[in-house]
């Protein structure tokens, strides 16, 4: 895959440990879907460093006053994309307990790829914030692309997107569509199969989340 200035591969060691429980089919889901928030929390802590939403408030210490630098807790939205990005919402609650929560409604047709939107709502003001988009699994990069689009139709200019898992055509899918926004992923794989499933990959990300198979 090439090179693209707005994606951040992570490859770090301690994700990559918990990825590899994560791909496991022997992983039960609630292991699964705590593994999920983990890798959530710390994808965002690595996605924020170059800069977080901040507001300065006064701190009294038993000594004196002083000035402070602190998150700006609200200014921050959490989009998942259902179902499977649910399963990340905790992830960067744990960091910021405030951020509001918009949800995008998606599924792929299975014989085109396809994704079709059926779910939208979004908090009121989303287009002044910092726009978290989640969703564990990236493989054509249709769903995350339609999704971004729909944020900036609702006039949203600061996205970051995070996945978990992706595959290269998803990657460089969004990274030329969207230019604009930043793409995190914690790792690539290999490729994808004729259904359009990432490989090696860890299946149905939604249906290990919830059960549903
Ligand atoms: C999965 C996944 C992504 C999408 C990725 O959702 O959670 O949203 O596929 O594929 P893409 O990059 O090729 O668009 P799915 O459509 O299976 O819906 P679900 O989360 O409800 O299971
Ligand atoms: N969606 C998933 O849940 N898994 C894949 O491998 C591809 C799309």
Redesign the pocket.
């Known amino acids: 895959m090439k090179n693209y200035e707005n994606v951040v591969i992570f490859n770090h060691p301690l994700i990559r440990h918990k990825i590899a429980i994560l791909r496991d089919e022997k992983t039960s889901m609630k292991e699964f879907r705590e593994l999920v928030e983990e890798i959530t929390t710390l994808m965002t802590y690595e996605s924020l460093k170059d800069g977080v939403p901040t507001t300065e408030i006064e701190v009294k210490t038993p000594l004196e006053t002083c000035t402070q630098t602190v998150v700006a807790d609200n200014s921050i939205v959490i989009v998942p994309i259902l179902r499977?990005g649910l399963g990340m919402v905790n992830g960067i609650h744990v960091l910021f307990p405030l951020a509001k929560v918009g949800h995008i409604g998606m599924y792929?047709d299975e014989a085109t790829l396809i994704p079709e939107t059926y779910y939208c709502k979004l908090p009121q003001g989303i287009e002044n914030k910092l726009v978290m988009l989640v969703d564990?699994?990236l493989?054509t990069g249709g769903s995350a692309c339609d999704a971004i689009q729909l944020l900036k139709d609702k006039g949203c200019k600061h996205i970051k997107f995070m996945a978990i898992i992706g595959a290269p055509e998803g990657v460089s899918k969004v990274a030329e569509t969207h230019p604009d926004v930043n793409i995190y992923v914690s790792t690539l794989d290999r490729c994808l199969n004729e259904n359009?499933?990432?490989l090696p990959?860890?299946?149905?990300?939604?249906d290990r989340l919830f059960g549903t198979k």
């Open positions: 499977a792929r564990p699994m493989a359009g499933y990432i990959g860890l299946g149905d990300a939604g």
